[in-house]
């Protein structure tokens, strides 16, 4: 047999070079020893790592027949299960006592019939559904019923009792419901839906929708700054006028003490207030007077003005919706066109709403041009629907706006300790 020659090897030299540097004389032995081992796998079937379970192992489940044959031939059972496996032909005697076991004439089965002979025979007995069975009848007739509050307000010992009014369906269950749109226009339940709100909707539509969305977020963010700016110079001017009246009253307390300031800096003690004559302190009180007479003349002239401006902006406003009545009486609007307000799709809500809450804002929907899909296969569903059709009901006047609580109040629950478990009976 022809004796392979291991690659040349320096087991114990020491590298003298770097430490990527190549060497000739490498020991090779586990390599070459892994290859020779892979390749005696790939002669005898195939490599065992890269086989699959069902190849390399196999589950028995029925087990050897000879096995089982020579270990039943050498198994004796214990003479305690030979014992327990034996059974007698008398059987055991019972634990309990029975006069029936010892008796030697067996008892007679009861006669039984079915279910339904005996509902048959119990209606006959208590007179079927024509008795009222909730009544008892104990011989005599009932003068009254007792809980029958039509007969208690007959009875003379009962005359205490308020009578109770009948129940009266409301007036407004018989009238339609009344829309909350400005129009008045009957709004249907389901409205056809904007071109440009479509998944694959046309760019002249889609810009259209975006353009009027954002016009409205303009003008929703001009009138917020607008209310921010009336509130901050409304502040400013609480606190002018704080300021004006702490130098008011300041000036009218330099008044008080006129005459008597320190002269420290020429090295004079300042003299003491003397006591004010009568005459004195009636002209403070009349400084007084005038000004806050002043003062609140002032104010009454700046609440006139305020009033005087309010009703010309009502007059402006009650001036401007008359003309548009007018403009919207010339232009009529088709009668068959009730599944929206206007053209576009926008709906005008009446200032005047039903109830104490308002009707919430719908949801904005509009799709950026990222989240459009030319197929309704990878449309991603939005919204609530159970929040537009609570929306719609509110807006057709079937249900008024409530507002969620979303912290009610709960049932108190007050937690003791019991000491039952502290009192000893000896």
């Given at each position: 047999m022809a004796t392979t020659e291991a690659a040349p090897a320096q087991y114990k030299q020491p590298s003298r070079k770097g430490k990527k540097a190549w060497r000739k004389n490498v020991d090779v032995t586990q390599i070459s020893s892994g290859l020779d081992e892979v390749r005696e796998q790939i002669i005898q079937g195939g490599v065992i790592a890269e086989k699959p379970s069902d190849e390399l192992f196999a589950v028995d489940t029925t087990g050897s027949a000879e096995i089982q044959k020579a270990y039943s031939k050498r198994h004796k059972p214990l003479k305690a299960d030979e014992i327990l496996a034996q059974r007698s032909a008398v059987s055991a005697v019972s634990s309990k006592k029975r006069l029936s076991e010892f008796s030697e004439e067996k008892k007679r089965k009861k006669a039984r019939i079915s279910t339904k002979e005996y509902d048959r025979l119990r209606q006959i007995a208590y007179g079927g559904d024509a008795v009222q069975k909730d009544v008892i009848e104990t011989g005599h007739i009932a003068d009254h019923d007792p809980w029958a509050v039509q007969e208690l307000q007959?009875?003379?010992?009962?005359?205490?009792?308020?009578?109770?009014?009948?129940?009266?369906?409301?007036?407004?269950?018989?009238?339609?419901?009344i829309s909350l749109l400005k129009s008045g226009k009957a709004v249907p339940a389901v409205r056809k839906p904007v071109a440009g709100k479509s998944y694959n909707p046309h760019f002249n539509d889609w810009q259209e929708l975006v353009q009027r969305e954002g016009d409205k977020a303009v003008e929703a963010e001009k009138k917020r700054l607008l209310e921010a700016k009336e509130e901050a110079e409304r502040l400013e001017r609480i606190l002018a006028a704080s300021d004006s009246d702490d130098d008011g009253n300041e000036s009218m307390w330099e008044s008080e003490w006129e005459g008597f300031n320190d002269n420290e800096e020429d090295g004079v003690k300042s003299k003491r207030p003397e006591r004010k004559t009568p005459a004195q302190r009636n002209r403070i009180k009349r400084r007084k007077a005038a000004e806050g007479q002043a003062k609140h003349e002032r104010r009454m002239k700046e609440k006139e003005q305020q009033l005087q401006r309010i009703k010309e902006l009502t007059k402006l406003i009650a001036e401007k919706e008359k003309a548009q009545a007018e403009l919207r009486e010339m232009v009529p609007v088709p009668l068959d066109d009730a599944s929206s307000d206007n053209d576009d799709g926008e709906e005008v809500l009446r200032k005047k709403r039903l109830g104490k809450h308002p009707v919430p804002e719908?949801?904005?929907?509009?799709?950026?041009?990222?989240?459009?899909?030319?197929?309704?296969?990878r449309l991603k569903p939005e919204g609530n629907l159970l929040k537009d059709r609570f929306r719609s009901m509110m807006i057709r006047g079937k249900v008024e706006a409530r507002k969620g609580i979303p912290y009610g109040k709960k049932r108190k629950v007050t937690v003791t300790e019991k000491w039952s478990y502290k009192d000893w009976k000896l």
């Amino acid at each position: 047999m022809a004796t392979t020659e291991a690659a040349p090897a320096q087991y114990k030299q020491p590298s003298r070079k770097g430490k990527k540097a190549w060497r000739k004389n490498v020991d090779v032995t586990q390599i070459s020893s892994g290859l020779d081992e892979v390749r005696e796998q790939i002669i005898q079937g195939g490599v065992i790592a890269e086989k699959p379970s069902d190849e390399l192992f196999a589950v028995d489940t029925t087990g050897s027949a000879e096995i089982q044959k020579a270990y039943s031939k050498r198994h004796k059972p214990l003479k305690a299960d030979e014992i327990l496996a034996q059974r007698s032909a008398v059987s055991a005697v019972s634990s309990k006592k029975r006069l029936s076991e010892f008796s030697e004439e067996k008892k007679r089965k009861k006669a039984r019939i079915s279910t339904k002979e005996y509902d048959r025979l119990r209606q006959i007995a208590y007179g079927g559904d024509a008795v009222q069975k909730d009544v008892i009848e104990t011989g005599h007739i009932a003068d009254h019923d007792p809980w029958a509050v039509q007969e208690l307000q007959q009875i003379p010992e009962f005359s205490f009792l308020e009578k109770k009014r009948p129940k009266v369906e409301p007036v407004t269950l018989k009238q339609p419901p009344i829309s909350l749109l400005k129009s008045g226009k009957a709004v249907p339940a389901v409205r056809k839906p904007v071109a440009g709100k479509s998944y694959n909707p046309h760019f002249n539509d889609w810009q259209e929708l975006v353009q009027r969305e954002g016009d409205k977020a303009v003008e929703a963010e001009k009138k917020r700054l607008l209310e921010a700016k009336e509130e901050a110079e409304r502040l400013e001017r609480i606190l002018a006028a704080s300021d004006s009246d702490d130098d008011g009253n300041e000036s009218m307390w330099e008044s008080e003490w006129e005459g008597f300031n320190d002269n420290e800096e020429d090295g004079v003690k300042s003299k003491r207030p003397e006591r004010k004559t009568p005459a004195q302190r009636n002209r403070i009180k009349r400084r007084k007077a005038a000004e806050g007479q002043a003062k609140h003349e002032r104010r009454m002239k700046e609440k006139e003005q305020q009033l005087q401006r309010i009703k010309e902006l009502t007059k402006l406003i009650a001036e401007k919706e008359k003309a548009q009545a007018e403009l919207r009486e010339m232009v009529p609007v088709p009668l068959d066109d009730a599944s929206s307000d206007n053209d576009d799709g926008e709906e005008v809500l009446r200032k005047k709403r039903l109830g104490k809450h308002p009707v919430p804002e719908p949801n904005l929907e509009v799709v950026l041009p990222d989240e459009l899909q030319d197929c309704l296969r990878r449309l991603k569903p939005e919204g609530n629907l159970l929040k537009d059709r609570f929306r719609s009901m509110m807006i057709r006047g079937k249900v008024e706006a409530r507002k969620g609580i979303p912290y009610g109040k709960k049932r108190k629950v007050t937690v003791t300790e019991k000491w039952s478990y502290k009192d000893w009976k000896l």
